[in-house]
């Protein structure tokens, strides 16, 4: 009797207190919050991998660690031949860092106002666009060479923050369905089926962000990578990369690295190089936009374009690389829930 009445007692206390812990442990999370959101996120499609290749494993966990190693292949390829080419334009085009900082960088800048020269425009105005042509060079060589200093010192933080990545996504992957049992059970039961449509929506999101987005900048990445090959481009793997990132950028698009490695060439007398990565970067990008991503990610029509557009914009501002996962993520989860209340709303007052 004595311990009934402890737990009616206690029973008042328990909300707040589990509040409170919550906070906390937000608190002491916070530095790591999104690092951990990203590994959750990423554990969804190592999950998906695992469960492909469990069958032949019979193993689990080995199961999740070969689905982490298929999924990081691509990233570290990505991010291995984009250092390797940045690393190369350094030593072979913009000399030494030394030589960078001072604002002397051993660039041919002579060409540029032979270029600029022939285009018969008033001297005065010929002399202003080289010297802007000029500075935007040396700007971009110095912003290229402190960037790599700060790089470097914030190495042990990245490294922090790439071993917490590691564990978040296996403990996440291995104990998904742990997380997810045990998310059922807190859950009342009138609330379950609300709760269910939210998560059948975040699945929809997340395969969206992979169907809609990931991989038509990947095939728009590639399709560029070979054009820049073939039009005899330096460095073309590295300005594929770039053209498949820029994919994500608003109206603009890829066009922002297309027209201005187009007008570049045009300036120092490559006029047919030049005007056919216009034109070939114009076909690319039509086609991967206007017919490729439509036709991958038709199933996915439910989620608004524009919970995308705003989550991939002002999730990378606000939360860096992991923000182009979490920020499309949390806007259309929050575009669910005010989607499937407003579904249950309105059968409540059709049935009153």
Do not use: C
Request: glycine share 6%.
């Amino acid at each position: 009797m004595a311990l009934e009445n402890l737990k009616i007692k206690s029973f008042s206390t328990i909300i707040p207190l589990i509040i409170l812990l919550t906070l906390l442990s937000l608190g002491v999370l916070t530095p790591i919050l999104t690092t951990l959101i990203f590994g959750a996120i990423l554990a969804y499609y190592v999950r998906y991998i695992a469960k492909k290749i469990r069958p032949y494993l019979k193993n689990n966990t080995l199961s999740v660690f070969l689905g982490m190693i298929i999924l990081a292949i691509p990233l570290i390829l990505l991010i291995y031949f984009t250092f390797n080419q940045f690393l190369s334009i350094a030593g072979s085009l913009f000399g030494s860092l030394q030589q960078a900082a001072t604002g002397n960088p051993p660039v041919n800048l002579n060409q540029i106002n032979e270029a600029v020269q022939n285009l018969n425009l008033p001297s005065n105005v010929s002399q202003n666009i080289a010297d802007s042509i000029k500075s935007w060079i040396t700007e971009f060589i110095s912003y290229m060479a402190s960037s790599v200093i700060t790089l470097v010192s914030s190495i042990p933080f990245i490294a922090a923050q790439i071993l917490i990545l590691f564990f978040s996504v296996f403990y996440f992957a291995r104990d998904g369905d742990k997380i997810i049992q045990y998310t059922k059970d807190i859950i009342p039961d009138k609330d379950k089926d609300f709760y269910h449509q939210i998560l059948n929506s975040a699945d929809d999101v997340l395969k969206s962000i992979i169907v809609g987005n990931i991989i038509p900048a990947v095939i728009l990445g590639i399709l560029s990578g070979v054009v820049y090959y073939f039009l005899g481009y330096q460095y073309a793997i590295l300005l594929a990369i770039i053209s498949g990132i820029a994919m994500f950028i608003p109206v603009i698009g890829p066009w922002i690295v297309y027209g201005a490695i187009g007008i570049f060439s045009i300036l120092i007398g490559n006029t047919f190089q030049g005007v056919m990565v216009i034109i070939m970067g114009w076909i690319i990008e039509t086609s991967t936009d206007f017919y490729i991503r439509p036709k991958i990610a038709v199933q996915y029509s439910e989620i608004h374009p524009l919970v995308f557009l705003l989550g991939f914009i002002y999730g990378a501002v606000t939360m860096g690389v992991p923000g182009l996962f979490i920020g499309p993520l949390i806007l259309g989860i929050t575009y669910a829930a005010y989607k499937v209340y407003r579904k249950e709303k309105v059968k409540s007052n059709k049935n009153s």
